[in-house]
């Protein structure tokens, strides 16, 4: 059974940090790539960034490049976001997902790319 589990959300003050985590079971993570993805309320999806298991390439959107860095354990079937210099425009539900890696490049950012999705975890940025 296929499983993305997210974790790590919560409230923190604007400049702050929070390491979300996403673990994966149930496929072979070393052939997919995970993506972040936030949804706040009345707006649409956001892709945030994306790393290939398969060779360790990442992808940021222009909103978060700098601020977040996205890395993986192979060991624990786990991707982790870093996101520092949060923002109150950072609040959403965070969601990661999972796609083939090969072929992932410039639509990194495309979600019906995506096969399996997790439930979310939420992140406000709020003093």
């Known amino acids: 059974q296929v499983q993305l589990v997210e974790s790590g959300g919560g409230l923190v003050q604007p400049g702050g940090s929070l390491r979300l985590s996403c673990a994966a079971s149930g496929f072979n993570f070393n052939n997919y790539a995970i993506g972040w993805f936030r949804q706040a309320p009345g707006s649409a999806r956001e892709e945030v960034s994306c790393i290939s298991n398969r060779d360790g390439s990442t992808y940021y959107a222009d909103s978060v490049k700098g601020r977040f860095t996205i890395s993986r354990d192979s060991a624990k079937n786990t991707v982790y976001l870093q996101m520092n210099s949060l923002k109150p425009d950072d609040t959403a539900v965070y969601l990661c997902?999972?796609?083939?890696?090969?072929?992932?490049?410039?639509?990194?950012?495309?979600?019906?790319?995506?096969?399996?999705w997790g439930q979310g975890t939420q992140v406000t940025i709020s003093s």
């Open positions: 997902a999972a796609r083939p890696a090969y072929g992932v490049g410039n639509d990194w950012h495309v979600a019906s790319q995506y096969h399996y």
